[in-house]
């Protein structure tokens, strides 16, 4: 919720690390790829690039940084966002921290299977969503980092829903988010229509996981069991929503909710600010682990993971987490992060 930066960033340096550090990290799960790079590549560091959903407002005909704003948009755009990875190599700008990835160009489409490749093999889809504070640049470049830091074998989505990126402005920002859950289930929906998609995994991310539960909570009542066929794993990192309200939610979404990683930290620092902000309600994000686990959901404490003050983006941080995201993909979850 409360990103932490500084001249070298963190997620920058963490981008840096020698590819070995990851697959030490991934514990074997890395696929091969055909393209004779090397072993443990994501798709996306092959085919930069990522494939956009918002509901923000279009600024410069997309053609132009920054390309969307805060605003609300009356309807979701779809695009591609070609993009740029760090040079690898230790003596790249990379191995120091003073390279990432970049946003080279934003190409809008009219529809979701525009965005598809005409393939007679599905494949899975990725899709993030982010949290508080976020312009639509770094959410689109925390999904790059996510997708590649767990080596994702597929196509790599990112929803961006419209924050004004201010730290004093949380409550825009929440309601911003909870507005743009239609938008999120019409996006799901399209998806699963879309012979070109395999299963659908989604990352969300504090305030994001307000839109996504309430998206799967749709959708599971429209679609039932088709819906919960189609949807893989579903992390919720550092959930910033009401411990009362989310377990209501559980309750109504059937077979989805076995599907549901929580990451969870009691030491959350930002979740601890907006519980105040709440009237001291816990947040999802820092409740205990049981009472989580006795909604019937696969929890991961990550309170001692964390090597900073605030612990709220450990999924972009630690390697041990992103490879509980990767494992729940895969669909066989390892019980201990």
């Not at 020698?18 to 994501?42: H, I, K, N, Q, W």
């Not at 190409?107 to 494949?123: G, H, M, N």
């Not at 949290?131 to 830091?149: I, P, V």
Request: charged share 20%.
């Amino acid at each position: 919720m409360i990103p932490v930066k500084s001249v070298v960033s963190r997620r920058a340096l963490l981008q840096a690390l020698p590819a070995a550090v990851y697959v030490v990290a991934l514990d074997g799960c890395a696929d091969m790829t055909s393209t004779g790079a090397r072993f443990d590549a994501s798709e996306l560091s092959i085919n930069p690039v990522v494939l956009i959903a918002t509901t923000r407002k279009l600024l410069n005909g997309a053609q132009a940084k920054p390309w969307f704003g805060a605003e609300r948009a009356s309807t979701m755009t779809v695009a591609r966002a070609k993009l740029t990875p760090p040079a690898e190599g230790r003596l790249s700008l990379a191995s120091v921290g003073l390279d990432d990835w970049h946003i080279d160009a934003i190409e809008p489409v009219a529809r979701i299977d525009d965005l598809l490749e005409q393939t007679t093999s599905a494949k899975d889809i990725l899709i993030y969503v982010h949290g508080f504070n976020q312009t639509f640049e770094t959410a689109t470049l925390d999904g790059a980092h996510l997708a590649d830091g767990i080596r994702f074998q597929g196509y790599t989505m990112v929803f961006s829903w419209p924050s004004r990126a201010k730290l004093l402005d949380y409550a825009y920002d929440r309601d911003s988010a909870m507005w743009s859950r239609d938008a999120l289930d019409q996006l799901l929906t399209g998806l699963m229509a879309q012979p070109a998609i395999g299963r659908i995994h989604v990352v969300a991310h504090s305030i994001g996981s307000m839109p996504t539960m309430e998206a799967l909570r749709q959708l599971y009542a429209r679609d039932g069991e088709a819906a919960a066929v189609r949807i893989g794993a579903v992390v919720l990192a550092s959930p910033d929503l009401d411990l009362d309200v989310f377990s209501s939610s559980v309750e109504r979404i059937g077979s989805l909710k076995p599907k549901i990683t929580v990451v969870s930290a009691t030491n959350d620092r930002a979740l601890a600010l907006s519980g105040w902000l709440a009237g001291g309600i816990t947040r999802v994000g820092a409740a205990q682990t049981a009472q989580l686990a006795g909604l019937g959901l696969r929890v991961i404490d990550a309170s001692q993971r964390g090597w900073g003050v605030i612990n709220h983006d450990l999924f972009l941080s630690n390697a041990q987490i992103q490879r509980v995201i990767r494992h729940a993909i895969d669909g066989h979850p390892d019980p201990g992060a």
